[in-house]
């Protein structure tokens, strides 16, 4: 079975960081895209980072560029998201996802793919303080 077993929210006052750790078992890591996802309340969920499990090739939401970093482990199967600089706006629930790597779509389109990812793991919650 695929699990994406997704680990690290918290509470922080803005400017804080956060590490969240997605680990993933039932599919060959280096064939996926694996990344995160967020959804606030009363909003719709987005794209915040999606990175390669074969090459570490990654893309990230502007909102998040220059504060967030996305990174993998191939050997741990699991991928990170470094938070820096938090913001209130930062405030979600983060969703770790994996597709299947297609080296003919762009990173950046499977940002938006927020409903469209093959595998789901169940969310994290992130609450920055102001």
């Known amino acids: 079975d695929v699990q994406l077993q997704a680990s690290g929210g918290g509470v922080v006052q803005a400017g804080g960081s956060l590490r969240l750790s997605c680990t993933a078992s039932?599919?060959?890591?280096?064939?996926?895209?694996i990344g995160w996802f967020r959804e606030a309340p009363g909003a719709e969920r987005e794209g915040v980072s999606v990175?390669?499990?074969?090459?570490?090739?990654?893309s990230n939401a502007e909102s998040v560029e220059g504060r967030f970093t996305i990174s993998s482990d191939g050997a741990k199967r699991t991928v990170y998201l470094q938070m820096n600089n938090l913001k209130p706006e930062d405030t979600a629930v983060y969703y770790c996802?994996?597709?299947?790597?297609?080296?003919?779509?762009?990173?950046?389109?499977?940002?938006?793919?927020?409903?469209?990812?093959?595998?789901w793991g169940k969310g994290t919650l992130v609450t920055v303080s102001s």
């Open positions: 996802a994996a597709v299947r790597w297609n080296p003919a779509i762009p990173l950046a389109m499977i940002l938006l793919w927020t409903r469209g990812m093959e595998y």
């Open positions: 039932g599919f060959t890591f280096d064939d996926y895209v």
């Open positions: 990175i390669s499990g074969s090459d570490g090739v990654n």
